[in-house]
């Protein structure tokens, strides 16, 4: 059995497909990129509203149903919310930030006064339980506004209006 890039004469892909699923437009086409690109959406403001915890798209309804759990549907404009993928990105920035924050404080301290070792744990887990529950609602909420702003996971994607009455 020969390797593929053998076959193809030293390419490893195919000139003719493409990586992604955009839509091919030819030249001369009467359809422009334009046409195919989604509404464009302020990212900062979204950015502001998630860390929040509020809607993205109006700012009043509140965005999470419990402490994590984001609402469905933002209840003052109808957004749809669920489109989001949060996944483990807010835990993970969480941690990034909870412990660049933490571990050089932590240094400062133990460096400028020496204090003992159970009372230097016990402030320091306490303040890191403490910025961990205050970060991770709003990270979350950030970024499930950063997805919605940049059209991402079904958000962009308008579906079509219900025929019923």
Do not use: N
Not at 9 to 20: A, E, I, N, T
Not at 110 to 125: G, K, S, Y
């Amino acid at each position: 059995m020969r390797h593929a890039a053998a076959t193809t004469g030293g390419l490893l892909f195919k000139p003719g497909l493409r990586s992604h699923g955009a839509p091919r437009i030819k030249k001369g086409s009467t359809m422009s990129r334009d046409a195919t690109a989604p509404e464009e959406r302020e990212t900062w403001p979204a950015l502001r509203r998630g860390w929040r915890r509020r809607c993205p798209s109006c700012g009043s309804g509140p965005l999470l149903r419990g402490y994590l759990k984001v609402r469905d549907t933002c209840p003052a404009c109808r957004e749809e919310l669920h489109h989001h993928r949060a996944d483990d990105g807010p835990a993970y920035l969480t941690i990034l930030i909870v412990g660049h924050l933490m571990a050089p404080l932590l240094l400062f301290v133990f460096e400028t006064w020496r204090p003992e070792p159970l009372t230097l744990f016990t402030i320091f887990a306490v303040g890191c339980v403490g910025l961990t529950l205050y970060l991770l609602p709003r990270l979350k909420g950030a970024i499930v506004a950063f997805q919605w702003a940049r059209g991402m996971h079904g958000f962009g994607s308008h579906p079509e209006p219900d025929p019923r009455p």
